[in-house]
């Protein structure tokens, strides 16, 4: 194991300022300081829990991110493992992926594999390679400070980039633009369509906004626009539309109207344009029908026979619609074969909608699971004894929606029949509003345009029946060769994952989230070529990247609508103090934010359970030498490190003088090992379990474990 020794730093202790060297450049000494600032031991030890406990996974990367480790094949295993491995079937899955050689090979990640690891030191491990790879950003910063000293750049340049950096590293502080939920998979706005990845991050600078705010709409609107005209064929008999059901579940006052609206403009603009058409030929068809009640009046007077038929109404072309009935949105759809969106901005209006005249059971809900594949659907009308009957009734949903809103929505009733399990639900971390002069450029805006220009100019396949008649089917697109692979090894991979879901709910979720890989697929084919004649490689490849991205994202949604209201309150606490006061906070702070947390003793009750559920601790300030009382600061784990005193005592030995060889080293301490910054200490081991045998070594320090004081 490498780590840093204080007793072997190289770093000049004087009493004065140290003199610079002439025959090396300033940045010389910290180059060697540097190179200790990783901990290959450790990073090893955690890759070893995820290979033989899967469950530690969700535990370290909470914690960490890949590109935290030092070593690049480490970086590209965990990246992998975070994308999901099949258990017992680790290296074929990454020798399929082509990236068994970028994780080490298969001799190296057997020896890893072979490792005996306790789970009870993964928190610990997975907050010491995080903290080692900010040191390590740290270090780097700290050499181009020193390199654009040395290269005489003006002083406000080399503060502002140095400034920007530092923000970069210390998310949670108050004053930077944090990365909020470390534990989240960044959305892969690359495996979108380049047009529609120009657009979702141009939106998302602009806002600014989280990607998938932009993405979910946006992919909804561009499968809207396909609609019917399109069909993806995974053999035969199995056939999928482009059908999607996206909501994005976010807090009030998140911007989620603004961004909504900027990603189905493309469908709502036209529409305007179709309804303004419409009105223009109903009062043309007004008029015609005006005339033929007069010539037919004449032609009764003079007992003249009939020659003109009733003039027909004009048909308004639809795109969306925002609060229909079934049997509203049955004669939309009869009028318009391709399909329609349902546009809620607020999607607890459509989940009321369910029960509009049903008496709260749920009625339309049948219509509409039949709506998500584009099935028949026929509705019997009471008045006139009418029936409507659609062949391919394909509608799509995107809406936004509040957490507590959305849980209260999901009736149990609701998930037996799968309404839930069909929804692709995204939760993102919005950064923090910032006035920003960034525009979506013209061009992008353009191309975008052209795209749903040309996505709603497709056609139908035109068809002969056996009598001659000619009607339309969709046009069903067939996988390439590479593409079906690709999805033959996605489909057993995620079968295996779904067999060991112990939830009922997730694991209904994930039986819809197949069919999608395939929806995004032809979606991405159709978007990147209009007239393509089938779906390539790269575009189930990028379908299949993002479906394990929303797998991700159900688990986590779910497992907020899993909460109690304890639980709930309380995580919504430690994101007010994570995002108000950088994850550091004091009883006093929170009354003078919120009447929930008066009086005092309330909010030092409310900090009290966050202790007991290991969410935090009391770190008591001493008073400072110019005086003043003690005061008790509540901490996160994992907030950042208290500042230091503005007026610090000076003494001879530490003027002029920085001991660049300790950073990361670890300190010596009298009865406990100091964890590091930012890091709670690990958990104590669990006794219901076995102790590891003695000779086994923990590899966070590099000490046998009976000698390491957890």
């Known amino acids: 194991m490498v780590s840093p020794d ?79 491995l099949p258990q017992g079937a680790e290296l074929l899955e990454l020798r399929r992926r082509n990236a068994l050689e970028a994780c080490g090979g298969a001799d190296y990640l057997q020896e890893i594999a072979g490792e005996f690891v306790s789970a009870t030191s993964v928190g610990y491990w997975a907050a010491r390679i995080a903290e080692l790879s900010s040191r390590r950003k740290a270090a780097d910063i700290g050499k181009n400070i020193i390199a654009g000293a040395a ?92 059908v999607l059901w996206t909501a994005t579940v976010l807090p009030s006052g998140k911007l989620k109207s603004p961004t909504h609206e900027k990603a189905v403009q493309f469908l709502t603009s036209r529409q305007k344009r179709l309804i303004k058409k419409y009105q223009a030929e109903l009062r043309e068809h007004e008029a015609n029908v005006q005339a033929w009640e007069d010539s037919r009046a004449i032609r009764r007077r003079e007992k003249a ?94 809406g936004t929606i509040q957490p507590a809103i959305l849980r209260r ?66 046009l069903t697109l067939p996988l390439s060769g590479e593409a079906k692979t690709l999805w033959v090894s996605f489909y057993n991979s995620h079968a295996v994952e779904q067999e060991g879901l112990a939830d009922d709910r997730e694991s209904s979720a994930f039986s819809k989230l197949e069919a999608y890989a395939a929806r995004f697929a032809l979606i991405f084919a159709v978007c990147r070529e209009p007239n393509c004649t089938e779906v390539d490689a790269k575009s189930m490849s990028d379908g299949i990247r ?28 430690v994101r007010m103090i ?25 909010a030092e009750t409310a900090l009290e359970k966050l202790i007991a559920a290991h969410l935090g601790y009391w770190d008591i300030q001493t008073p400072t030498p110019s005086g003043g009382r003690p005061s008790a600061v509540f901490v996160l784990h994992q907030a950042p490190p208290a500042p230091a005193p503005t007026k610090p005592r000076k003494t001879e030995q ?6 660049v060889g300790a950073v990361g080293a670890p300190q010596k301490a009298t009865s406990a090992p100091a964890a590091p910054v930012g890091v709670s200490p690990p958990p104590e081991p669990d006794n219901d379990q076995p102790p590891p045998p003695a000779d086994d070594r923990d590899f966070a320090a590099g000490q046998p474990v009976e000698e390491v004081e957890l």
């Open 409 to 474: 929505c999901l009736r149990p009733e609701y998930f037996e029949s799968g309404l839930p399990a069909r929804m692709l639900l995204a939760m993102p971390d919005s950064p923090p509003r910032r006035w920003s002069e960034a525009i979506v450029p013209a061009n992008i805006e353009r191309a975008t345009e052209d795209l749903f220009d040309a996505l709603l100019n497709l056609k139908f396949e035109s068809l002969l029946d056996s009598e001659g008649e000619e009607y339309q089917e969709p």
């Open 578 to 602: 994570q995002d108000r006061f950088g994850g550091r906070v004091t009883a006093r702070d929170l009354v003078q934010l919120s009447r929930l947390y008066r009086p005092t003793a309330k």
């Open 654 to 659: 530490n003027v002029g003088c920085v001991d």
């Open 305 to 398: 026979a009939e020659s003109e038929p009733k003039p027909e109404p004009p048909v308004c072309g639809r795109y969306t619609t925002s609060d229909p009935t079934v049997e509203a949105l049955a004669d939309l759809l009869s009028q318009n074969p391709r399909g329609m969106m349902v546009d809620k901005d607020e999607l607890a209006g459509w989940f009321g909608g369910f029960d509009r005249y049903t008496s709260g059971t749920g009625g339309d809900v049948p219509a509409y699971l039949s709506m998500h594949r584009a099935g028949n659907l026929i509705v019997d009308r009471k008045t006139g004894r009418r029936v409507t009957h659609i062949d391919r009734a394909a509608v799509c949903v995107a």
């Open 151 to 242: 290269d005489e750049a003006t002083l406000d340049s080399v503060v502002a980039s140095a400034t920007h950096d530092l923000m970069g590293i210390l998310p949670r502080h108050p004053d930077a633009t944090p990365d909020h939920d470390q534990s989240r998979e960044q959305f892969p706005v690359d495996a979108l369509p380049l047009i529609l990845a120009d657009y979702v991050t141009a939106v998302a600078e602009a806002l600014p906004c989280a990607p998938e705010t932009v993405a979910l709409p946006l992919l909804t609107a561009a499968a809207t626009a396909i609609g019917n005209t399109r069909r993806i064929a995974l053999k035969p008999s199995w056939a999928e539309p482009p």
């Open 6 to 84: 204080p007793t072997q730093s190289n770093g000049h202790h004087t009493t004065g300022r140290p003199r610079p060297q002439n025959t090396a450049s300033p940045a010389a000494d910290v180059n060697n300081k540097v190179l200790s600032l990783f901990d290959d031991a450790t990073e090893r030890a955690l890759l070893a829990a995820g290979f033989n406990r899967p469950e530690c996974i969700r535990e370290f990367r909470d914690v960490c991110r890949p590109e935290d480790f030092y070593e690049p094949r480490h970086v590209a295993l965990c990246r992998e493992m975070f994308a999901g």
């Open 546 to 573: 993002l479906t394990r991205w929303f797998c991700l994202e159900t688990k986590r949604v779910y497992a907020m609508l899993g909460e109690s209201a304890e639980d709930a309150e309380q995580n919504t606490l």
